[in-house]
């Protein structure tokens, strides 16, 4: 192994950004668009479901007071 004596050069140290994407900005809005529609759309399936399960318990609840198993 042979040294160079006299190089006092420092070595560059390659520093990687993890919060930084290494792509174009084309693909970046892309990629942001995608996630944000998914994000929409799971925000819609869960007032959907939520809908749903309001409109379930009036129904039980309409029942119940037709049956005569609850007052109003």
């Known amino acids: 192994m042979e040294r160079h004596v006299g190089t006092a050069d420092p ?3 390659i ?3 993890p919060f930084t994407l290494d792509i174009d900005i084309v693909s970046a809005i892309c990629f942001i668009q995608r996630n ?3 994000r929409q759309g799971r925000y819609r399936i869960m007032l959907i479901l939520k809908n ?3 409109k379930k318990l009036e ?3 309409n029942r ?3 049956e005569g198993l609850i007052k109003e």
Request: charged share 55%; hydrophobic share 20%.
């Open 11 to 13: 070595e560059e140290e």
């Open 15 to 17: 520093v990687h950004d």
């Open 36 to 38: 944000e529609r998914g």
């Open 52 to 54: 749903l399960k309001q």
């Open 59 to 61: 129904n039980e609840m």
């Open 64 to 66: 119940k007071i037709r």
